[in-house]
């Protein structure tokens, strides 16, 4: 490219000079000028040509570096697809041999399965049963009212304590009348009834007997006496 833009430029200058010589002759003034316009106008055209040639063939390089990269990029891409193909066979041949060894071991397996679920439903049933025995069977306790709530009683028998869930359908009684769980008196004695229920102890029925109730009780009982004794001395006199 650079000794084209030399030969270009030499031709100029040769007609450059041609030119200066002419300028002597001024019958061929013209002719001259025209001819330096013509062959600077061919020497512009002939150089914008080259430049466009120039730019086509950076455009080409870039083309072909370009169809370079695309080229790789299929080769890798097909690489990867023999690849991937290679383990989907191995994948496949693998799930064949697991479902041939999963058919071979599936009767025995369902056979299992069977009996575990028929073992489970007997010990579910009989579950069942001894619960619905231990919910329907009724217990009685005796003892003394150390608390007492809306729907708590806790009863000392002996050296164990108990707690009974109270409700709305637990018959209470307080000294003989019906009564409610807020009227019972913690030091009382209490007599009840309850079955188990999900492990909770809930009282069916509930009779109470206060230290008042049996302080009256006693001083009835002692007017009483006291009574039948001054008559019958009033008798004896």
């Not at 007997?209 to 009574?227: C, E, V």
Request: proline residues 1%; aromatic residues 2%; contains cysteine.
């Amino acid at each position: 490219m650079t000794s084209r833009w030399f030969t270009l430029g030499a031709a100029v200058a040769l007609v450059g000079c041609a030119g200066l010589g002419g300028s002597k002759n001024n019958e061929s003034s013209s002719q001259t000028s025209k001819a330096q316009s013509q062959a600077s106008s061919a020497f512009q055209r002939a150089a914008d040509a080259q430049k466009q040639a120039n730019d086509e063939q950076v455009k080409a390089e870039k083309a072909q570096q370009e169809v370079t990269a695309a080229q790789k990029a299929l080769a890798d891409a097909q690489a990867r697809a023999q690849g991937q193909q290679a383990k989907a066979q191995l994948a496949q041949q693998h799930a064949r041999e697991l479902a041939q060894q999963a058919q071979s071991e599936g009767q025995s397996s369902q056979q299992q399965a069977l009996q575990l679920q028929q073992s489970e439903a007997s010990q579910k049933q009989t579950l069942h049963q001894e619960n619905q025995k231990a919910w329907t069977q009724t217990r009685d306790v005796n003892g003394k009212v150390f608390q007492a709530s809306g729907n708590t009683l806790k009863v000392r028998a002996g050296d164990q304590d108990m707690s009974l869930k109270l409700s709305d359908s637990t018959a209470i009684t307080v000294d003989g009348k019906p009564s409610s769980a807020t009227q019972i008196q913690p030091g009382s004695d209490v007599r009840a009834s309850y079955q188990m229920v999900d492990g909770q102890a809930t009282a069916l029925k509930v009779d109470v007997t206060s230290n008042q109730g049996s302080s009256n009780s006693s001083g009835s009982s002692t007017s009483g006496t006291n009574s039948s004794t001054g008559s019958s001395s009033s008798d004896q006199r």
